[in-house]
């Protein structure tokens, strides 16, 4: 039996890249589902937005310059759809808090379930326009998907989920992630980082399936 290829996959729910490389993402899992296995991980990008923005963004606009920018990088993919309320007037400022409730529904549920509510989370904020950095509407959105808020809150007032997010973070850097998204591929050797095409993704991954890389090091 072939073995499963580890692609180690890192995220900020917020990052409009992270949005638009989801149908990538379904891309690869449907195509080669039973050769790979996604493991999802946090990064911290947007975790303290109101410093990125006035850091990075003051002398382009703000908010607003930086809501222009999403804008203009989403209008080539169709797919990817942002409500215009997004950054002009929904502000999250954090992802971590979205973070840690993923968390908590995967100690909660499993791993599939968290990766479901991510995309929940991340389509209530760039197609609902709602703002996913307040604890209130995550929960609204974790009871409208007939979740156990109660079961789930366990997890993050006993601090498995924080400790679980912050082993993401950790983990992270460790592995030198720049941003979001990220693909760590073949143990760590490999990682593609931000708006890679498909095609790009694709072959990278298909070359490893082909010619996997021996663990011994020849150096």
Excluded at 28 to 57: A, R, S
Aim: overall charge negative; glycine content about 8%; hydrophobic content about 40%.
């Amino acid at each position: 039996m072939d073995k499963t290829l580890i692609i180690d996959y890192y995220t900020d729910i917020l990052c409009v890249w992270a949005w638009i490389a989801q149908k990538r993402v379904d891309e690869l899992n449907k195509k080669l589902g039973h050769k790979i296995e996604l493991k999802c991980y946090y990064v911290d990008v947007f975790g303290d937005v109101p410093t990125k923005i006035n850091t990075q963004w003051q002398s382009k606009g703000g908010f607003i310059g930086f809501a222009e920018h999403i804008q203009q990088s989403a209008s080539a993919f169709e797919y990817a759809y942002i409500n215009p309320k997004v950054w002009t007037q929904v502000r999250p400022t954090t992802s971590a808090n979205a973070h840690l409730m993923l968390k908590a529904v995967e100690i909660t549920y499993d791993k599939k379930k968290s990766i479901d509510m991510a995309l929940t989370f991340r389509t209530a904020f760039f197609v609902d326009g709602l703002d996913i950095g307040n604890l209130e509407v995550l929960c609204d959105l974790v009871n409208a998907n007939g979740l156990d808020l109660n079961t789930i809150n366990t997890s993050i007032g006993d601090g498995s989920a924080m400790a679980s997010l912050m082993g993401d973070y950790q983990k992270s850097k460790s592995q030198g992630i720049n941003g979001s998204p990220s693909y760590v591929l073949d143990g760590g050797r490999q990682t593609l980082y931000g708006n890679i095409g498909f095609g790009v993704i694709l072959a990278n991954i298909e070359e490893l399936l082909k010619h996997p890389t021996d663990e011994a090091s020849w150096c």
